[in-house]
């Protein structure tokens, strides 16, 4: 029996329906999905089924001194025990095994491990490699049929990377937890990639806040000419020579202004026409892709998460490469006619009109993978996602305008005096789309200006002056920060983008364009002062050549790995020395970023804080001697915002709760209208109504959260949720089955919602929520959807259970960021 082994499941299915003809059968070992025809067997792993780790012996934070794990031994241990069990069961029964994980380091990594997997319970079985970089019938059956062998080296530098990460990442982790005493899912994260990269947004952040503008003016006059007017702007000689736009001083701005508000004409001293070629982009590489996908609304997460999709049914090819340059087999020609009978069929058949198709190249050309383009197989539009529709879309444009001409464009200036000021037009017309035609995504709005002749008169119509100031730098975007890890070396095209998703989750980074908390600020302040090398790019630019040495021959694992440890050896000796002055400095900025304000008991600080149970509240920094405390809703993070109560000068709370995010404001105030409001009684309990005479009550929660609850509460719990927003109405219309009184809420914006009995309403929402699938939440299609069933989470109420952080381990491109907004939809 031949054994083929594929990165993921969906992977398996699509190779073993190509290379059956479709007529692969599914079966189970161990409870995972396996795919038989013939004497073959497919299975598909779960990426990485194994992990490195410490020794148990190294699991206790507080027993490990954090520098320990400098030099501690790693193992690896099985993380999907039910994919290894049933990889070994056909292992064992297996003639020979081929290897056909993804082609690059990580997954060449993987296939080693699955190779080891395999020798652990068959040693003589031979086990060969296949690559590919798009998944169609004819990539797959031509690497089926030219097997190689396993890349050993390549694999060693992908094991290199998991080992260094795991080191630098859980010996300063500990560290700096343990220095600022957060423990528990609060712990302080740090990581060789990660940090570089935050200390980039921090440096720009820090710029924004330096930033002083200054005043400057720009003046504008309407030209005419017969019945077309045209809008000048004023210029002037600068000091070095040049022509300048700004005028810094506000007397001369006034004084020029005057000059053009009482000039009544302006006569033309030159124009100057000019065309300029615009010239085709190239083919995407992955920064690339990102970028433009980043312009359409995308975070590079989920741009990538939606492409390796796309890739694994066979649309597009692998989409982490850094190549730029068509490989010499592609044959434009013919992948350009796979699209004439499909909606992209006119602009395909435009660019086949031409007799000689010469493609883009870009500066980097590599060996492993082509650029990012479409394949032959053409995807049924109605079995996409709408997002998915539009990354494709985005692909196969992108591929056409590497085919495509240059655009042409006409420029026209025209400079004229008025009274001496020195007035400038500059017009563009687009006078052939080119490349363009079939890719819409950059600007090509013109500027019109007419046709003018030297020592022609033209009237002024009006004049405008316009104060304004110097703006600060501009936050990196996704893409742009991307962009910039790429230029200084950090990471790789296959972490770059799971390396900012890290920096959300962790809470290091809000908004979009990304801008750096409290707590980020404070962890690259400490490293800066006391251990510059843990956010010092070029030490992770240096290890990152190193592993791609290792790649290629140059250097092996033990010596790159040993490299690293004496890096963190001396971090370590900076570290220790300063341990109180790190922890001081954490434990204030972890302070300001969740103080609310002064106690309304003791005058002390009110802060954000988090119960055992993992639960929110606001609570007393002068606690044990002052006990006040303050409820907080139970859906959601608290972010602490700028603006304040001006009844109790504490900062308002917004609770980000992904689609529900919502402010929550003031938690005293939320407080006392609960203690204000009286509870409005509708009916008996039924849990407790007969026997102890129990009453169901509309409640107001200091939490600002409402509900239908027993009046003998705590002594019983029943109760039944309501929406937090809106007046209640209580109806004379009762219900026959529960004899409650039906309910209708008026929020103020549209018809009412009548939520009728509020027992048969709760009952019908949870059978609503048992029924819905996957796809009813925000930003799951149908492939996230294939991703998360064959992880094991098929409906909502299993997504909601799940272990978020897990969950965004085993399915590819999906971050814990993205499983915590879809459990919050969830409840």
């Known amino acids: 029996m031949e054994l083929i082994v594929t990165e993921k499941n969906n992977a398996a299915r699509r190779i073993a329906d190509i290379l059956s003809e479709g007529g692969a059968s599914t079966t189970q070992t161990a409870g995972v999905n396996v795919y038989e025809w013939g004497n073959r067997r497919c299975i598909g792993l779960s990426g990485h089924v194994v992990g490195m780790d410490f020794p148990p012996e190294y699991s206790d934070w507080r027993d490990v001194e954090p520098a320990e794990l400098v030099h501690a031994d790693v193992v690896k241990e099985p993380t999907q025990e039910d994919i ?28 080693k491990e699955a190779y080891e997997l395999v020798r652990e319970v068959n040693e003589d079985v031979p086990v060969e490699r296949v690559r590919f970089s798009s998944i169609t019938d004819n990539e797959v059956t031509s690497a089926f049929a030219d097997p190689d062998d396993i890349d050993f080296d390549l694999a060693a530098a992908g094991e290199a990377r998991q080992i260094i990460d795991l080191v630098w990442g859980a010996a300063l982790t500990r560290f700096l937890s343990l220095s600022a005493r957060q423990m528990g899912e609060d712990f302080i994260s740090v990581g060789r990639v990660q940090s570089p990269t935050l200390k980039l947004i921090v440096d720009k952040e ?35 020579g040049t022509e300048a736009e700004r005028v810094w001083a506000e007397a001369d701005a006034e004084a020029a ?121 053409f995807p049924d539009r109605n079995k996409l996602s709408e997002d998915e529709w539009e990354i494709y879309e985005l692909v196969v444009r992108r591929f056409f305008a590497t085919l495509a001409e240059p655009a042409v464009w006409e420029h026209l200036r025209v400079v004229a005096g008025a009274d001496g000021a020195s007035v400038k037009a500059n017009g563009k017309r687009l006078v052939e789309a080119g490349y363009h035609a079939v890719y819409p995504y950059f600007n090509t709005s013109e500027n019109y200006v007419p046709d003018v002749d030297e020592g022609e008169v033209l009237a002024v119509t009006d004049a405008r002056l316009e104060a304004k100031e110097t703006q600060p730098p501009r936050r990196y975007g996704q893409s742009r920060l991307i962009e910039t890890m790429e230029d200084l070396g950090i990471g790789t095209k296959s972490t770059r983008h799971n390396t900012i998703e890290k920096l959300y989750d962790r809470g290091y980074i809000e908004g979009d364009p990304p801008r750096p908390t409290t707590l980020a600020k404070a962890v690259v302040e400490a490293a800066e002062d006391y251990a510059d090398l843990v956010v010092s790019e070029q030490m992770t630019s240096e290890l990152e050549a190193d592993m791609t040495a290792i790649a290629d021959g140059g250097k092996t694992l033990e010596e790159v790995t040993a490299e690293s440890r004496e890096y963190l050896d001396r971090v370590f000796d900076e570290l220790t020395e300063s341990r109180e ?7 204030d900025s972890l302070k300001a970023d969740k103080t609310l304000g002064p106690c309304p008991e003791c005058g002390d600080t009110l802060l954000v804080r988090r119960s055992r149970t993992g639960s929110y509240f606001v609570g007393c920094d002068g606690y044990p001697d002052c006990r006040f405390t303050l409820p907080l809703p139970s859906t959601g993070e608290p ?76 002594d019983c719990e029943y109760s039944l949720p309501l929406p937090r927003r809106g007046d209640i109405e209580v109806t004379d219309e009762y219900c026959d089955e529960h004899d409650l009184p039906e309910l209708v809420v008026h929020d ?42 064959d992880a094991g989470v098929e409906t909502v109420g299993e997504l909601a259970e799940a272990d978020a952080e897990r969950l965004a381990e085993e399915v590819s491109g999906v971050s814990e960021e993205n499983v915590r907004e879809w459990q919050a939809q969830a409840d």
């Open 257 to 377: 202004f005057e000059t053009l508000r009482n000039a009544g004409e302006a006569v033309v001293r030159s124009v100057t026409r000019r065309t300029r070629t615009d010239d085709p982009p190239a083919p995407f590489n992955t920064t690339q892709f990102i970028r433009a996908a980043g312009s359409l609304g995308y975070s590079a997460g989920r741009a990538m998460s939606i492409a390796e999709d796309l890739y694994t049914a066979g649309y597009i090819t692998y989409p982490r490469t850094d190549n730029t340059v068509y490989p010499d087999d592609l044959d434009e020609r013919e992948l350009l006619s796979e699209f004439t009978n499909t909606v992209f069929g006119d602009d395909a058949e435009s660019l086949l009109e031409a007799d000689r198709l010469s493609p883009t190249a870009g500066d980097e050309e590599t060996t492993d993978h082509p650029p990012i383009h479409p394949t032959p197989d």
């Open 206 to 240: 820090r710029e924004i806040e330096a930033f002083e503008p200054d005043d400057y003016w720009e003046l504008f006059a309407d030209l005419r000419k017969d019945d077309t007017t045209f809008e000048a702007q004023y210029f002037y000689e600068g000091e070095d």
């Open 84 to 111: 290894v069990n049933a990889l070994q069961r056909l292992a064992r029964e297996a003639d020979s095994v081929v290897i056909a994980t993804d082609y690059d380091r990580e997954g060449e990594l993987i296939g």
């Open 639 to 714: 972010l602490v915002l700028d603006e304040t109560c001006e009844e109790h000068g504490l900062h308002e709370v917004k609770m980000l709760a992904g689609r529900d995010t919502f402010v929550h404001g003031c938690p005293l105030c939320a407080a006392e209208a609960a203690d204000e409001s009286e509870d409005r009684v509708i009916g008996a309990c039924p849990e407790c109504g007969e026997e102890h005479g129990g009453e169901l009550a509309i409640k107001q929660l200091q939490t600002g959260s409402r509900l239908v609850g027993c009046t003998r509460y705590p």
């Open 748 to 789: 103020g914006d549209g018809e009412p919602w009548e939520l009728g009995c509020p027992i048969c309403n709760y009952e019908e929402y949870q059978q609503r929520q048992r029924e819905r699938g996957l796809e009813a939440l925000d930003g799951i299609g149908p492939a996230t959807a294939e991703k998360l069933a």
């Open 581 to 587: 002055e790190i922890g001081d400095h954490l434990r």
